[in-house]
């Protein structure tokens, strides 16, 4: 089920995955999936782990994904 739906602060994952490095809970941890409607407040600095934003319908809004981050579409077929 989806809710939400828009002005997420999405920060705070990022802050809480970067002290889960620093306590070493994550080993080499390759990347984070965030699915979205890509409404929201996104960080400014590129974390030291890909990032990749995932629509499921197209929207104008992808275009404020940072460009150090993926923007990926999901379709149904």
Do not use: N
């Not at 984070?32 to 319908?57: M, S």
Request: proline fraction near 5%; charge should be negative.
């Amino acid at each position: 089920e989806l809710c939400g739906f828009g002005g997420t602060d999405f920060r705070p994952v990022f802050e809480y995955v970067d002290g889960l490095i620093r306590r070493h809970e994550f080993q080499d941890l390759k990347g984070l999936i965030y699915f979205t409607d890509g409404d929201g407040i996104y960080p400014e600095k590129k974390p030291d782990y890909e990032t990749a934003f995932v629509f499921v319908k197209k929207s104008e809004k992808m275009d404020r994904v940072p460009g150090w981050a993926k923007k990926l579409l999901v379709t149904e077929k």
